[in-house]
């Protein structure tokens, strides 16, 4: 199971940071990562990590946004800086058993509850 903390309401230009807690069947060395979708589009990659800490970005985010995980803990993480109206969506913790270091969608083999995040301008 995947749970997702931290969604909110910000201004434009503000941080947030999410967090995700594996527990039950997911561990620490599945890839894990970030999805979102926003009202009338397609889900897209946020960010994605390896167990050895390999990343990807969705290029809409790329130097803005910053994913990690503690290994120790289960976790994962979103620091979400200089925040955009078209970051407004529900963000989904994600998790994949194959460690793929470029994730599409359907390798995702677990998918969290997902955390609201809205951004005003």
């Known amino acids: 199971q995947l749970q997702a903390s931290g969604g909110g309401l910000v201004q434009a230009g503000g941080s947030l940071t999410l967090s995700c807690a594996a527990s039950?069947?997911?561990?620490?060395?599945?890839?894990m990562g970030w999805y979102r979708q926003a009202p009338g589009k397609q889900r897209e990659l946020v960010a994605w990590?390896?167990?050895?800490?390999?990343?990807e970005y969705g290029d809409s985010v790329k130097g803005r946004f910053t994913i990690s995980r503690d290994n120790g803990q289960d976790a994962v993480y979103l620091q979400m800086n200089s925040l955009k109206p078209e970051d407004t969506a529900v963000y989904y913790c994600t998790a994949d058993s194959s460690n793929r270091a470029t994730i599409y969608q359907k390798y995702i083999d677990y998918w969290g509850q997902g955390t609201l995040v809205t951004v005003s301008s």
């Open positions: 990590i390896t167990s050895g800490s390999r990343t």
């Open positions: 039950g069947s997911t561990s620490s060395s599945y890839g």
